[in-house]
T-cell receptor, first 112, second 112 residues
């Protein structure tokens, strides 16, 4: 069974640009979660999608947004990139609520 | 605000040693506590604990939850160099929300 897949592996952008990160959940999983892992800060919750709807978001500015497609894959968009957005962005999926989340390898976003 | 604290932040042991990693939490509407192992990229799922006092085991790893004292421990016996990683504790809590709140992790280094 294929795990959670994320693309691209690395992304290099400059300040003010926009970035799009993609995530395909494990087959059959309908919930997708996005987390940011910045140096020294640990994993912080960004967004949760379930059945195509945004269910909850963490303490991040509106520059961070996303969506979930009918096939349950998801996209995270970050607008007006700032240096502090440099981090590893991890996507996780779960089969149903109250089940463990399984993570992808992440996208390393570097802002120059 | 939900809070998860792990200790120690880092630990260096010799192969064959037994280690205990700690995780304490302060959250509203606790549902479950999860342990993950992160080596290079994707955190990999180890355990999900929902009930107090019931030990979960997988090979040399075991974990237990104390919901009265609000903490969990992860034990690793007969450590091997392959156990070197960051161990993450996360809590799922809150009414209607299913995202995880993570601690900052314990970096375990096992030397031959």
């Amino acid at each position: 069974e294929a795990g959670v897949t994320q693309s691209p592996t690395h992304l290099i952008k400059t300040r003010g640009q926009q970035a799009t990160l993609r995530c395909s959940p494990i087959s059959g999983h309908t919930s997708v979660y996005w987390y940011q892992q910045a140096l020294g800060l640990g994993l912080q919750f960004l967004l949760w999608y379930d059945e195509g709807e945004e269910r909850n978001r963490g303490n991040f500015p509106p520059r961070f947004s996303g969506r979930q497609f009918p096939n349950y894959s998801s996209e995270l968009n970050v607008n007006a990139l700032e240096l502090e957005d440099s981090a590893l962005y991890l996507c996780a999926s779960s089969l149903v609520l109250n089940q463990p989340q399984h993570f992808g390898d992440g996208t390393r976003l570097s802002i120059l | 605000e939900d809070k998860v604290v792990q200790s120690p932040l880092s630990l260096v042991v010799h192969e064959g040693d037994t280690v205990t990693l700690n995780c304490s939490y302060e959250v509203t509407n606790f549902r479950s506590l999860l342990w993950y192992k992160q080596e290079k990229k994707a955190p990999t799922f180890l355990f999900m604990l929902t009930s107090s006092g019931i030990e979960k085991k997988s090979g040399r790893l075991s974990s237990i939850l104390d919901k009265k004292e609000l903490f969990s421990i992860l034990n690793i016996t007969a450590t091997q160099t392959g156990d070197s990683a960051i161990y993450l504790c996360a809590v799922e809590a809150g009414a209607g929300s299913y995202q995880l709140t993570f601690g900052k992790g314990t970096k375990l280094s096992v030397i031959p």
